[in-house]
């Protein structure tokens, strides 16, 4: 851990946090699973802040984090959760006469997900003597969406601290 000016969580943190919890599951055993189940549909859910931290801006910025990353392996199919309302509006509307049948997008072709990614991040906090040290954990799992079995999970700790 490098030395802390604060016990408060950054955007470098939870950047860090990610990218080593993005590694593990890129090395499990449900990724090799994923690559012979021909790219099942996947979707990221919130990050949920456990902490006393302001982070829920960064903590969305995570999701596409994620969903950048599991695009770009390309071993999956992601699904935007937050962008699908807007989606089956749209192509409800395209459903009147004011549309060229021929060019608009049919109901029924939304793809159910059969994955969840999702996390949230949690803190222990110690004071002792003038020294206070925080640790911060951001734990991620995969959820089948049939089942509700954690079919991949992992923790990755940032410890800062100040000595007065």
């Known amino acids: 851990d490098d030395e802390a000016m604060g016990t408060g969580?950054?955007?470098r943190d939870l950047q860090l946090m990610l990218h080593e919890n993005m590694e593990s599951?890129?090395?499990?055993?449900?990724?090799?699973?994923?690559?012979?189940e021909n790219r099942p549909a996947v979707a990221v859910l919130q990050m949920r802040n456990d902490t006393s931290e302001h982070i829920d801006s960064v903590l969305n910025a995570l999701i596409t984090e994620v969903e950048t990353t599991l695009v770009n392996a390309g071993h999956v199919r992601v699904i935007s959760r937050d962008s699908q309302p807007e989606m089956i509006?749209?192509?409800?509307?395209?459903?009147?006469?004011?549309?060229?049948?021929?060019?608009v997008s049919r109901l029924g072709n939304q793809v159910g997900v059969r994955y969840?990614?999702?996390?949230?991040?949690?803190?222990?906090?110690?004071?002792q003597a003038g020294e206070r040290r925080v640790q911060y954990f951001l734990f991620m799992r995969v959820l089948d969406v049939e089942t509700g079995d954690i079919l991949w999970q992992n923790s990755v700790a940032v410890t800062k601290a100040i000595v007065k």
């Open 25 to 36: 599951l890129q090395n499990s055993a449900l990724v090799k699973r994923w690559e012979g």
């Open 9 to 11: 969580l950054d955007r």
């Open 116 to 127: 969840f990614v999702t996390g949230r991040v949690y803190n222990a906090d110690e004071r």
């Open 89 to 103: 509006a749209e192509v409800e509307k395209q459903q009147s006469d004011a549309f060229d049948a021929s060019t």
